[in-house]
């Protein structure tokens, strides 16, 4: 069974920095992306940023030049370095892992707050 453990959310200031941290145990190594959603209420979820297995990075465009992600697919850790961050980065943020075999999972969310 795979199962996915965030870590670092919180509340931060207009212009402040988090860092959030995601693992993920069962899956062995048929990986073929990891990454983060995020979802604020009352839109849908969005891809923030994915990093595939050779190691090629996407992001979305709101986030380009701010957030990085990192991490290493083959051993099931991401993490996603978040800079200047802005009060629309509210938003709950969810870890994934796309399984070869077994399809697409989720972490349990993690709250970012971005205060004015």
């Known amino acids: 069974q795979v199962q996915l453990a965030e870590s670092g959310g919180g509340l931060v200031q207009a212009g402040g920095s988090l860092r959030l941290s995601c693992a993920a145990s069962g899956s062995g190594f048929s990986i073929n992306s990891m990454g983060w959603y995020r979802q604020a209420p009352g839109r849908q979820r969005e891809l923030v940023a994915s990093?595939?297995?050779?190691?090629?990075?996407n992001y979305h465009d709101s986030v380009k030049g701010r957030f990085t992600i990192s991490g290493d697919v083959a051993k099931n850790t991401v993490y996603l370095q978040m800079n200047s961050l802005k009060p629309e980065d509210t938003a709950v943020y969810y870890c994934y892992l796309d399984h070869v075999v077994r399809g697409v999972h989720w972490g349990q969310g993690t709250q970012v707050t971005v205060s004015s």
């Open positions: 990093l595939n297995l050779g190691g090629m990075t």
